[in-house]
């Protein structure tokens, strides 16, 4: 293995491959072990070997606006000694093409799953709460991902880009990623759903919107030993086999016993009181150790993986189409992206964890995305000194600026920046914050 230069980073044709800082939470050692695992380690040391590669994708998931020539040309920028010669483009595409998807994938089996924590947030009733859902991604119309990824179909027919369906497990405390799978649009939220399964435990409990309602998924999920808090249709029809003191019943789904929770939830600000009715059902039967009204109040968490979306997509890929034109170039972006998501947030992890009582919610997922890449731009933090420092440079800009606490949610999901700029949703957005007060109204109590 070459050795580590000076700078902190590995020498010669291997310089360029980092991605800064986080490359401590993705070091040499874990992108040559997938190498090595996956045959995908270079038979000749070329210009662009195999871990600088993997790193060119990491770093291309950074700075998502940018072609992996100027990705490249970051990488080498803080470098010391000679320039490394600049590769063409073609060589760059060879060189992803040559590599494949097999060891990216193998990098994010090795950092996925729920950061450490002792944050109290992370859990409830020594359970981690953990939420599932999907969403999509566009890829570029080229032929050959046409073949594979459809484009949404819409007024009678398809327009847009072809899409990828993503669906993800994610702590949501910390907004880590446990598990993820991906493939065409044309398949089903539920059964991506149903394949992350695997990534289920004892000891978690599992938030879902009320798509993932389905009898034979829940049952399926409950078979992994975690519990579950979904929404379903306030409409129905589940007949009680037995009723709670909370006001709560059980419920049969299947081979499954659920505990059906109906709660009545408004928001009273000095614009108006707003009501909605939600219907529960967790596979938590006992409301003497899991009371009813918790439970309501901890399924607003679900947003914990809406948000994590957000700044995947919005944040991350700015609102971007993903750069490749192949199915297997899809594939490979898609786990770069995630490995380098789960850098970051387990680097804002580190930051909050080191302040007792911090908030993993109030680390600036923004904040931390613009130190990282400046410190791959400078190629700094690459290798830790001898005094290990969790926190690092990136978690110290988190740390100083810290978000306020989350305010309270008073408005329903709008598109407030319309697709068309001629037919805008919402045009009379109220963006003014309100002092608000929700109260939860249950069913009454059997005598």
Known sequence: MPQRGRVGVADGAFAPGHIGE??????????DEVLAETKAVQRRVRLLPARVTVYLLLAGAL????????????MCAGLTGPAPARPSGSALRQARQRLGAAPVKALFDLVRGPAPTTAAQARWRGLLVVAVDGTLLPVPDSPANLDVFAKQRCHGGA????????AALVACGTRTVIGAVFGPATIGELEYAGRLADDLRAGMLLLGDRNFAAAGLLNHMAATGTHLLVRCKSARRLPPVAHCRDGSFLARLGALTVRVIDAEI?????????????????????PSTHPARELVRLYHERWEIETAYAELKSTVLGGRVLRARTPEGVEQEVWALLVAYQALRTAMTDATDSVPGADPDRAGFTV??????????????VAADTV????????????AQLLPGRRV??????VKRAISKYNARGPAIDRATYKATISIN????DP
């Not at 986080?22 to 992108?31: A, G, H, K, N, S």
């Not at 408004?266 to 006992?286: M, N, W």
């Not at 931390?368 to 933090?381: H, T, Y």
């Open 22 to 31: 986080l490359t401590r939470i993705v070091p040499f050692e874990m992108v």
């Open 266 to 286: 408004g928001i009273v600000t000095s614009k108006g009181t707003r009501t909605g009715h939600y219907r529960l059902l967790t596979t938590l039967t006992d």
């Open 63 to 74: 700075f998502a606006g940018l072609g992996y020539r100027q990705v490249f040309d970051r």
């Open 442 to 445: 249950m069913p009454a109590t």
């Open 409 to 414: 949610r008073t408005k329903d999901r709008i």
């Open 159 to 166: 327009g847009g880009y072809p899409q990828v369906r993503l």
């Open 368 to 381: 931390a995305l613009s130190a990282a890449r400046d410190q791959l731009v400078l190629a700094a933090g």
């Open 388 to 399: 290990i420092d969790l926190v690092g440079t990136v978690g110290r800009h988190v740390l």
